[in-house]
């Protein structure tokens, strides 16, 4: 399925740039969404998890540098992409996460960088992908690997 992301270019600029040259380098292409928590958001976009033999360090991939965190006012509504990062607010890295639902306790904690504006139903899909126990201690694991085929950046006025 296809998602699409319209860019909040005025609260997270350098994030965007930063996931742009990602995207644009094939980065992404061929990861997974390793995390899934119902009723939470779908987590994607570690390296590592291009092999399955790796799946001990899922989660743990970086892009080889950390970003500056730009915590900003937009909220963490259903739809939202934001940055993964560790405990420590400046260690987003190339990791994102797209909300399922609602999640206010993560305003201003992390950085919101756009929102879907096509393809709920494919992020409803992916929320619904059966999960075990993973090494967070909570039904994150998906089953199935979710596949990230690529992602591309397009002018708005080129999305029908």
């Not at 126990?133 to 994150?140: T, Y």
Request: net charge neutral; with cysteine; charged share 25%.
């Amino acid at each position: 399925g296809e998602m699409v992301v319209q860019f909040w270019t005025d609260a997270a600029p350098d994030t965007i740039a930063n996931f742009k040259k990602l995207a644009r380098s094939g980065f992404y292409n061929g990861t997974i969404f390793h995390r899934i928590v119902k009723g939470f958001m779908i987590q994607g976009g570690d390296p590592n998890t291009k092999d399955p033999a790796k799946e001990s360090s899922y989660g743990a991939g970086t892009a080889g540098y950390r970003i500056k965190a730009e915590f900003n006012e937009r909220p963490h509504d259903r739809g939202v992409i934001s940055m993964a990062r560790e405990n420590q607010p400046d260690t987003a890295s190339c990791q994102f996460f797209i909300c399922l639902e609602p999640v206010h306790r993560l305003d201003h904690q992390y950085a919101t960088f756009g929102k879907l504006i096509k393809g709920l139903d494919v992020l409803d899909k992916i929320g619904d992908t059966p999960t075990v126990m993973g090494p967070d201690g909570a039904r994150s694991k998906p089953t199935e690997r979710v596949t990230i085929k690529s992602i591309e950046i397009v002018t708005a006025d080129s999305v029908k």
